[in-house]
């Protein structure tokens, strides 16, 4: 008979910890090394765009509009999306041009107008790092497959300080490490109090990613519609969901440039020059002071205004402007102003990505990186290391292992917090009931009982 407790033992502990890090291992070591070069995103960006600052400027600078016009000849076919706020006089105009869903970011003279440098949005150093990083320049299938690993991370991290924390045996071999016990205890100890150190600041990288994630993020959406009713956020959810976006910028412009659009005096059929409404907003967005870079955008709509952004990296200092093309401001909406939900996320984006409290965020997140590949390699160290010949090495599980009532309702909570985790769970157990049943060999490679299934909590 099946006994019953609240939490599983030991040994199942154990092989929830090693299968979740099998699993996760490749994609830990992945993440952290694309992750930590991500953090000095602002640093690389900057000595990349070197060129274009301090330009040597013989007379004031051409209008803005004058920019974009030339901006926009320079990718045929293409029409205007967004115009950066230069930070400084002598820096090269950036404007960002599309065509459908592909958009080009063109470096603009400022006077001489002569087009310094086009370069497609998506193969930007930093962005290629950014896909990268999130969806294995996969697209969809890669998102999902980067959030998959992140929730089993999670398992993986909660298993491992249930196994690892203290109890009434002293802080050495968790909270420091026992020095002069041998290699088997070095690399156990590395593993243990590595594991210890990074786990919190782990945990939060990996619940703070979620939004992005093409599943998670459109789940969060959709319980936020339900209840809030229908939600614009600051971020898309996964490369679909930032395509799709660019697709109704640039339908919703060239529709305002139409012949239809300027019958009905839309001010973007006008022409671009002496008297544009970008001519008119650019100071007055400047004089707004808004954290850089500062994006201005045309209306894609009729009736509706122009728009200017701060996209800064901080995102609690971003800030959006909504303008007349007479030039008026007609709002402003600060961080502080958004729902609560879109002011958790973005604190949590912005210290995923280091730059909530400037160096020290960075280098914190960058201990975390690599105490993470730290305690990946020390883990594989310790499988091979440990594991019998002609066996994965998983921990053997005990024929009759108790029924952890606590545990399962905390997986179901999992489950329906992170619903990729949830249906990935049930297709490992169906599989463990369904097929390994069937497949003694498999039983014994996997250190399985041979004997009916039971349940893995």
């Given amino acids: 008979m099946t006994s019953t407790r ?61 920019q974009v016009a030339a901006a926009v000849a320079a990718v045929p076919g293409s029409v205007f999306h967004r115009y950066q706020l230069p930070e400084a006089a002598g820096d090269a105009a950036q404007v960002i041009v599309g065509r459908g869903r592909d958009e080009t970011r063109v470096y603009v003279h400022p006077r001489s107008l002569a087009i310094l440098a086009r370069v497609d949005e998506d193969a930007r150093p930093m962005r290629i790092v950014f896909r990268l990083h999130g969806e294995l320049l996969a697209g969809d299938a890669g998102s999902y497959l980067v959030e998959l690993a992140a929730s089993w991370a999670i398992i993986m991290l909660v298993s ?27 690399w156990r100890d590395l593993h243990a109090v590595t594991g210890f150190w990074v786990s919190a600041m782990a945990l939060f990288l990996l619940v703070s990613g979620l939004p992005w994630a093409k599943s998670w993020g459109g789940y969060l959406k959709a319980v936020r519609g339900v209840v809030e009713g229908p939600v614009k956020q600051d971020w898309a959810s996964g490369r679909s969901g930032e395509l799709a976006q660019r697709a109704a910028l640039d339908a919703g412009t060239r529709a305002m440039m139409s012949d239809h659009a300027e019958h009905q005096g839309m001010t973007m059929a006008h022409p671009i020059g002496d008297g544009h409404p970008l001519d008119r907003l650019v100071p007055l967005v400047a004089a ?33 402007l909504t303008l007349s093309s007479e030039g ?69 599980a005990p024929a009759r292992p108790a029924l952890a009532r606590g545990f399962g309702v905390l997986l179901v909570l999992l489950g329906v917090a992170l619903p990729l985790f949830g249906l990935s ?31 893995a909590t």
């Fill in 6 to 66: 609240n939490w599983p033992g030991r040994a199942n502990l154990w092989r929830w910890h090693f299968y979740a890090g099998l699993f996760c291992i490749p994609f830990i070591l992945w993440l952290s090394l694309t992750g930590s070069l991500y953090l000095f995103r602002p640093q690389i960006e900057a000595a990349l765009g070197a060129p274009y600052r301090g330009l040597a400027l013989a007379g004031p600078p051409a209008p803005p509009s004058a």
């Fill in 160 to 186: 491992g300080l249930l196994l690892w924390w203290p109890r009434g045996g002293g802080l050495a071999g968790v909270v420091y490490p026992r020095l002069g016990r041998g290699r088997r205890a070095f």
């Fill in 288 to 320: 707004q002071h808004l954290a850089p870079p500062v994006l201005i955008a045309p209306p894609t709509g009729p009736g509706a205004p122009w728009t200017a952004k701060s996209d800064a990296a901080n995102r609690p200092l971003r800030s959006d």
């Fill in 425 to 455: 769970l049930l297709a490992v157990l169906a599989v463990e009931r369904l097929v390994l049943t069937r497949w003694p060999a498999a039983r014994r490679w996997l250190g399985l009982p041979l004997v009916a299934i039971v349940s």
């Fill in 328 to 396: 008026r401001i007609l709002s402003r909406r600060d961080f502080a102003a958004r729902k609560l939900v879109d002011r958790l996320v973005g604190w949590g984006v912005a210290i995923h990505e280091g730059q909530a409290f400037g160096w020290a965020n960075q280098l914190l997140n960058l201990a975390t990186a690599l105490g993470l590949m730290l305690l990946a390699l020390s883990s594989v160290v310790l499988w091979l290391r440990r594991r019998p010949v002609g066996t994965l090495g998983a921990p053997p």
